[in-house]
Every structure is written in C-alpha cells, then in structure tokens.
T-cell receptor, first 116, second 115 residues
Framework: DGGITQSPKYLFRKEGQNVTLSCEQN?????MYWYRQDPGQGLRLIYY???????QKGDIAEGYSVSREKKESFPLTVTSAQKNPTAFYLC???????????????FGQGTRLTVV | GESVGLHLPTLSVQEGDNSIINCAYS??????FIWYKQESGKGPQFIID?????DKRQGQRVTVLLNKTVKHLSLQIAATQPGDSAVYFC??????????????FGQGTILTVHP
C-alpha cells in the first residue's frame, strides 16, 4: 500500500522533554510538510522540505526542528522550547516537481501530542 | 503567537442545495490556490486547484472561482450531500523565490449538510 504514515497516533510527554514525531512516505514524493492544528483552527505550517538534505522554516518554526536525511522520512522534533506543544500534528507529502504537480498534498492520519 | 479560542465559520445547508464557501487570501504572489476537505479525525484531502492566471475551474460537482482584484476565492458545491459535511480549507502555494513549494492554509469553514 502506498501512502504516508505518521506514528504514533497518540503521544503523551512530560513538560520539558523533547519528543520526535515520525513521518514516512513510500510515494516517492520529493516535498514533505509538517503542520500543527489546534482545536477549532486551521493548519499552520511548521517546516517544509522540497528535497533531501534541505528544508525551510514555515510560519511557526520556533521550538521545532526537522531533518531530511532520506527522501521517504521527515521527522519532527518538538523541543522543550515550544511553549505550548499540545496539538494535532499533520505531515504531508507531494510530488514537488514543477508547477501543477505540487498542489495535491497527501496527508497522514496525524499525531495527537499531549504534554502534561 | 496562537489565537486561542478562535472558531471556524460555519455554513449549514439542506441536502440538494448548492453550497458556496468563501476564502480571502493575502498573498498576491501565490501561484496556485487550492481547496482541501478535512473530515473529523483525518488529514485534509485535495479537492481542486486553480492557477493564479485563471478565474474559474470546474470539477465534478465543484467549481472554484478566483477574483484576484479583491483577493477572494470561492468553492461552489452543487447538489450538496450529507457526505460533503466537513471542514473546507483554502490553501495557496508559491512557485518562486526562496518560498518555492511553500503550501499554506487559510482558516477553514465548517460545512454541515442536513438531510
């Protein structure tokens, strides 16, 4: 089955701990994205990557870090510097090659992170 | 910072009616505008896109209209069905400069279709 997989679905962490959310895709997509979604709100872009070993900050990158060492993987670390990390995190990927092919992003099922 | 307590606008329609969902965008440099549908507990799904040099595009039961003069995007759903109930997000993507491939989402609208 081709798709994008986020794990775990639910994650609980103590305040002050770093936590890494996994995102893997076997769609051979170049572009990958991380979003944060809070209850009753839209998706806010944390980081995105168009190619292996390169990534850019989104609109709310503070307190987060990413790596893109492999095409199929784009893990997100929520650091202790993130002041309010409890949220629903969504990862997405798209073909990323040229205009017209990058508009359809495929999303994972999300990870719900709760920091206590 | 975060907008705590911000709620999404809502639209309620009867089954069979046409629905119009609106979105205001701010970035005139976006190259494509896109509509996504998000069902409860799931990630968003692509519906339709429109290139910035177009003003209308039709799909199956959906039409997207783009008015660049007033920076307004709309999604029309014909003969709305209960399965169309979801949150609808507009999105935009850049194809140039240092923000190449940046895909950002608007606030969203909750559509509820009553049988």
């Amino acid at each position: 089955d081709g798709g994008i997989t986020q794990s775990p679905k639910y994650l609980f962490r103590k305040e002050g701990q770093n936590v890494t959310l996994s995102c893997e895709q076997n769609l051979n997509h170049d572009a990958m994205y991380w979003y944060r979604q809070d209850p009753g709100q839209g998706l806010r872009l944390i980081y995105y990557s168009q190619i292996v070993n390169d990534f850019q900050k989104g609109d709310i990158a503070e307190g987060y870090s990413v790596s893109r060492e492999k095409k199929e993987s784009f893990p997100l670390t929520v650091t202790s510097a993130q002041k309010n990390p409890t949220a629903f995190y969504l990862c997405a990927s798209s073909l990323g090659r040229g205009l017209g092919l990058n508009t359809e992003a495929f999303f994972g099922q999300g990870t719900r992170l709760t920091v206590v | 910072g975060e907008s705590v307590g911000l709620h999404l606008p809502t639209l309620s329609v009867q089954e069979g009616d046409n629905s119009i969902i609106n979105c205001a965008y701010s970035n005139s440099a976006s190259d494509y505008f896109i509509w996504y549908k998000q069902e409860s507990g799931k990630g968003p799904q692509f519906i339709i896109d429109i290139r910035s040099n177009m003003d209308k595009r039709q799909g199956q039961r959906v039409t997207v209209l783009l008015n660049k003069t007033v920076k307004h995007l709309s999604l029309q759903i014909a003969a709305t069905q209960p399965g169309d109930s979801a949150v609808y997000f507009c999105a935009e993507i850049w194809a140039g400069g240092t923000s190449y491939g940046k895909l950002t989402f608007g606030q969203g609208t909750i559509l509820t279709v009553h049988p």
